[in-house]
């Protein structure tokens, strides 16, 4: 059964900082991992998704890295704003798991002024 | 048109109130899924729909009822509900596949959600 962790759980920075984020999965067989961003109350944004054949993914400020046989992704934010405060999943998708997407636990970050 | 919509935005029954939940999406994907959110928790899968069928039923109990009329659209059906079913009902979509191959294609988009209190 596929299991995802993410640390820190919480993460408060000030901004400017650049930062990364933590995400790990027990099982390598994987379609895809995806990043999502979610504000209080409201659904998931996706922000970037990388393939399994891939090494990493760039939009903007965000640049995510996936290394599937140690079972770990990093999403980087570049020159962090308060705008970027947000919880941050990240969710995988297993082979032979049909389109179901696990997700980790998140990590909840603060931008401070 | 990158937008899944979902209505209402809140819900609030009683236990024996009977309501559903619309999603409604224009990108042409033929895969769809409902999740349940509960606070302070990650998004935690209930239903898939692949090609208007039910692929995936993640043991969800009978009071709760999925219902996909065609490609765009996906209801979710409550009755006699507990409370401890009130939480975020997420709906995604994304592309779906067939058979092998291209699996790789199914990044989700997901809606704002409905937030479904049970009194």
């Known amino acids: 059964k596929q299991e995802v962790t993410q640390i820190p759980a919480a993460l408060s920075v000030p901004e400017g900082e650049n930062l990364v984020l933590n995400c790990s999965f027990t099982?390598?067989?994987?379609?895809?991992l995806q990043w999502f961003r979610q504000d209080p109350g409201k659904g998931l944004t996706s922000l970037l998704l990388i393939q399994s054949s891939q090494r990493e993914q760039t939009s903007g400020r965000l640049n995510a890295s996936l290394d599937k046989s140690s079972g770990r992704s990093t999403l980087y934010i570049a020159a962090s704003q308060p705008g970027d405060s947000a919880t941050y999943l990240c969710?995988?998708?297993?082979?032979?798991?049909?389109?179901?997407?696990?997700f980790g636990t998140g990590t909840q970050l603060k931008v401070e002024l | 048109d990158t937008e899944v919509t979902q209505t209402p935005k809140h819900l609030v029954m009683g236990m024996t109130n009977k309501k559903s939940l619309k999603c409604e999406q224009h990108?042409?994907?033929?895969?769809m899924y409902w999740y349940k959110q509960k606070a302070k928790k990650p998004p935690e899968l209930m239903f898939v729909?692949?090609?208007?069928?039910?692929?995936i039923n993640e043991s969800v109990p009978s009071r709760f009822s999925p219902e996909c009329p065609n490609s765009s659209l996906l209801n979710l059906h409550l009755h006699a509900l507990q409370p401890e079913d009130s939480a975020l009902y997420l709906c995604a979509s994304s592309q779906a596949t067939r058979g092998r191959g291209r699996m790789r294609d199914n990044e989700q988009f997901f809606g704002p959600g409905t937030r479904l209190t049970v009194l």
């Open positions: 729909y692949s090609y208007e069928k039910l692929s």
């Open positions: 969710a995988v998708s297993s082979t032979g798991g049909g389109n179901k997407l696990t």
């Open positions: 990108m042409g994907h033929r895969a």
């Open positions: 099982d390598s067989a994987i379609y895809n």
